[in-house]
């Protein structure tokens, strides 16, 4: 990732992440209003949701701040292993990152919480994914129902679908694939029985 990035990937990219926030955040003003009930038990449940709510949205907010705007240096918050297993806590996906991957440069790391995203969107009925470290950079290994990720997001993270076809759906893909040539590497699905593994392979 030499060069400036195309601004159709960068309005994707801003339209998928609102579009993650949302849910929460819509949440959190919904129990707000439910909060004028004058019913104890209702003010109680909807305190409860508000709460619930804004824990989600905050561990996506941090989450998505390293895996999509980490550039280098110190860490502004909690270590990428805290990051992703607060993002996937509480979903249908559960997360093993692995210690070896806890030891990878944080641009590697950088590039394995992108990939988990992406993994996690291959499992639509849930599962589990172990991060891991290979020679190359971060491998993943995805176990649960499901196909993978789709065509159109292999052409993405290949770095083979043309910009215009992006779409918020797989725009992801392709700035993990920017991300992995910036590192000298690219990024590779391998089909498996009962899962399917996202792993980083020389350029």
């Known amino acids: 990732m030499t060069g400036p990035i195309d601004l159709r990937i960068i309005e994707l ?12 955040i819509s949440a959190v003003n919904h129990g707000v209003e439910l909060v004028d009930d004058e019913s104890p038990d209702f ?11 804004a824990l989600k949205a905050t561990r996506r907010l941090q ?23 607060d993002y996937f806590n509480g979903t249908s996906v559960a997360c ?60 993405a993270l290949a770095l083979t679908a043309p910009v215009d076809d992006l779409t918020s759906r797989t725009v992801g893909g392709y700035f993990a694939g920017l991300l992995a040539d910036r590192l000298g590497c690219r990024l590779v699905v391998i089909d498996r029985s009962g899962g399917f593994s996202l792993v980083t392979e020389p350029a």
Request: proline share 6%.
């Open 13 to 24: 990219i801003a339209a998928r992440l609102c579009h993650d926030l949302i849910g929460p």
């Open 63 to 85: 989450f998505y701040r390293f895996a999509f705007g980490y550039r280098g240096g110190g860490l502004a918050g909690s270590a990428p292993h805290i990051l992703a297993t």
């Open 43 to 53: 003010i109680r449940d909807a305190v409860a949701l508000v709460a619930d709510s």
């Open 96 to 155: 093993d990152y692995s210690a070896e991957a806890r030891e990878m440069p944080l641009e590697q790391q950088k590039l394995a919480c992108v990939m988990l995203t992406l993994a996690a969107e291959g499992l639509p009925r849930g599962g589990k994914l172990v991060l891991g470290a290979g020679a190359d950079g971060p491998q993943i290994d995805a176990a649960g129902d499901g196909t993978g990720p789709s065509a159109d997001a292999r052409a």
